[in-house]
Nanobody, 120 residues
């Protein structure tokens, strides 16, 4: 019913930038919170940033001042601009969205993940 497709990951040198996108499609009425999470090898998945439908943002301390989350509600798309990347940012990044369907059912949905690798 709902698909979240991430794009924009890749290999970048330390200090570089990447922009991730998350496009939601399906029987969507609206999207409440959208967020980005990441999971490094051997570690638990952690929150990176979240944005509400009204534009309120929350960031993990480790990315504050370097990453910016945004969204285009008309396109059902979320973004994560990542600047000043560090090797410790290397992980699979996952998009999450709390979606309200046209049936008025609601729930969280996850993308398939996109790999971000930062070389030193």
């Amino acid at each position: 019913q709902v698909q979240l497709v991430e794009s924009g990951g890749g290999l970048v040198q330390a200090g570089g930038s990447l922009r991730l996108s998350c496009a939601a499609s399906g029987s969507i009425l609206s999207i409440n919170t959208m967020g980005w999470y990441r999971q490094a090898p051997g570690k638990q998945r952690e929150l990176v940033a979240v944005i509400t439908s009204g534009g309120t943002t929350t960031y993990a301390d480790s990315v504050k001042g370097r990453f910016t989350i945004s969204r285009d509600n008309a396109k059902n798309t979320g973004y994560l601009q990542m600047n000043s990347l560090k090797p410790e940012d290397t992980a699979v990044y996952y998009c999450n969205a709390e979606v309200v369907l046209i049936t008025l059912a609601r729930g969280p949905h996850w993308g398939q993940g996109t790999q971000v690798t930062v070389s030193s």
